[in-house]
């Protein structure tokens, strides 16, 4: 069973900057999507990035280009999202999440197409 450990979260005020991390215990296959999420109370998780593994391509919510960059350390299994300019609606649990394999019959912004998922992590933007 892979296991992702997230780290990063915290309490930053609007137009600050948060890092967050997350740590494979290993590779679900050489081709494979890793993606963050996040959620609030009384709404469904929401896709926030993606990136395929293989590749190195990346996609974006509407709401955070420009603000987010998703990236990876391939030699670590590690993957990151880069939080700038924050935002009070920001405020969520964030939660990282990978695919067993990536397929191109799905885009992979989901929650049902992911497998494996981390813990979550509070992200708190005050204003």
């Known amino acids: 069973q892979v296991q992702l450990v997230e780290s990063g979260g915290g309490l930053v005020q609007a137009g600050g900057s948060l890092n967050l991390s997350c740590v494979a215990s290993?590779?679900?296959?050489?081709?494979?999507?890793m993606g963050w999420f996040r959620q609030v109370p009384g709404k469904r998780r929401e896709f926030v990035a993606r990136m395929r593994w293989s590749t190195g391509r990346t996609y974006y919510v509407d709401s955070v280009k420009g603000r987010f960059t998703i990236s990876r350390d391939n030699a670590n299994n590690t993957v990151y999202l880069e939080m700038n300019s924050l935002k009070p609606e920001d405020t969520a649990v964030y939660y990282c999440?990978?695919?067993?394999?990536?397929?191109?019959?799905?885009?992979?912004?989901?929650?049902?197409?992911?497998?494996?998922w981390g813990q979550g992590t509070q992200v708190t933007v005050a204003s």
């Open positions: 999440a990978a695919t067993r394999y990536y397929s191109d019959n799905y885009f992979y912004t989901a929650e049902y197409q992911y497998d494996y």
């Open positions: 290993e590779r679900t296959s050489s081709d494979h999507a």
